[in-house]
């Protein structure tokens, strides 16, 4: 009989045990992210799925080379020597003529090694985390495609330099300011032209003349 409340209460204490951290955080803030109506914001520079710009893509196959894993495909071939030239976007010749390029994102393991060597930028990991599937063959992503848009045109060719500016007329000099001689006596003004001068004036304190026959 003692036994059996002995166990009783042994069973009642482990679950005592059990709900402690439920007894703990039962009165404290909710942290829980209700998911998917809630995300959280991700850091810069995430890795996750590769995405390819295939119209930038040349070809080289280095991202392939540095691929751990071995999750790229690439096949291609050199393009005609009398095809239209075609460029990437930072103005690099398009050689070859991707036929293949496929990322096996099942085997893919986030590394980000493919991204460093591509010339052109054209590879790199997306922040799109939300592509589980489950079927493995939906995780093989084929960018290569028909009928794509090249440049035709280098997006990065030398300008040609602009006409030079007519040189502008040049301005008339300005007239000289006269200067006063030297011993600070300014000169005498100019008679007025047309008439005769005015009498001078008499001197102060000295007899008028006499008139003739006096």
Known sequence: MIQYFKDVW??????LVGMKITWRHLFTQKV???YPEEKWQLP???RMRLFMAYEDCIGCG???RACPVQCIYIKAEKRDSKATPIFAANGQPIKLDVSVFDIDMSLCCYCNLCTY??????IYMTPEYEFATTDLTQQLYHFAKT???FLTVNPKAAAKPAAPAAPAAPAAP????ATPPAG???PAPAAPTGGAPPAPAAPSGSAPPAPAGA
């Open 10 to 15: 042994e069973g009642f204490w482990t679950v």
């Open 32 to 34: 829980t992210l209700q």
């Open 44 to 46: 810069p520079k995430s």
């Open 62 to 64: 280095q991202c392939a």
């Open 117 to 122: 060597p591509c010339p052109t930028n054209c």
């Open 147 to 149: 009928g794509a848009k």
């Open 174 to 177: 300005a007239a000289p300011k």
């Open 184 to 186: 600070g006596t300014p």
